[in-house]
């Protein structure tokens, strides 16, 4: 059964905007769960645009699923990590000027401080992530880490919907990068623009476990209520998958 972990920064986001109480990520993280979700992602970032650092010591004690801490390779983040013990961390590429992240971690080109993260990560007993494009060199460097999983980055995918063609060969681009990863020895998440119209092929590839999805839950919830929004989410991915 494939899974879905919500990403609730955008919630924070929101209430950032005025920097009020509300709305509360943690409500949202217990109305994501109603729903079933399979997990909560929240992104520390540096610069504390949306998620804060009260947000994520309580989602640690709240969340009844599991938590997944994204985050980059900050020294101060990495302490925070080791301290607050999530269920797993997911490391991601953060520069402070961009929107969201943009493109996957260069595990290839920086190796040896990842894998040095990863260790830490480890010896804290939190299971770890690392978020990349779908390319085979990254694919094996990042089997090399000692990481268990990957997130595959659907960006591309996404933003190449709906050409037909385009949209086609970045969708073959990450089926491949799964099945690779997974021979690999990898574990096999995904992520990046996923909506709940271009959700399904990505869904139905068999490797990928997991998909973290969180602007378009949001943006949803706006409209329609954000529990309804979850369950609405989860059907489509279980339905692709029962497909196959």
């Known amino acids: ?77 990495i302490r925070i990590a080791l301290s607050l013990k999530p269920d797993q961390v997911t490391l991601v590429p953060e520069r402070r000027e961009e929107i969201t992240t943009e493109g996957g971690l260069d595990v290839a080109a920086d190796f040896e401080r990842v894998r040095r993260a990863v260790r830490r990560l480890h010896e804290a007993g939190i299971r770890v992530s690392l978020f990349i494009d779908p390319a085979a060199r990254q694919i094996r460097a990042a089997a090399r880490t000692g990481a268990e999983f990957i997130e595959i980055h659907t960006g591309g995918y996404a933003h190449a919907w709906p050409q037909e063609e ?31 119209r271009n959700v399904q092929p990505i869904a139905a590839i068999p490797e990928i476990e997991e998909l973290n999805i969180g602007h378009s839950i949001v943006s949803r919830a706006l409209m329609t209520g954000f529990k309804e929004a979850v369950a609405e989410m989860k059907r489509l991915m279980v339905e692709a998958r029962q497909n196959l």
């Open 1 to 77: 059964m494939i899974k879905l972990g919500v990403n609730i920064d955008h919630v924070a986001t929101l209430r950032q905007a005025r920097r009020t109480n509300e709305p509360d990520p943690l409500e949202a993280a217990f109305l994501a769960e109603e729903a079933g979700a399979d997990g909560i992602t929240i992104h520390l970032r540096e610069d504390r645009r949306h998620i804060q650092d009260r947000d994520a010591e309580m989602l640690r004690k709240i969340v009844r699923t599991r938590l997944n801490l994204e985050m980059g390779m900050n020294e101060e983040i």
């Open 166 to 196: 385009k949209c086609q060969r970045q969708l073959a681009q990450v089926a491949s990068g799964a099945r690779l990863g997974r021979k690999a020895g990898l574990r096999i998440n995904a992520g990046h623009g996923l909506t709940y």
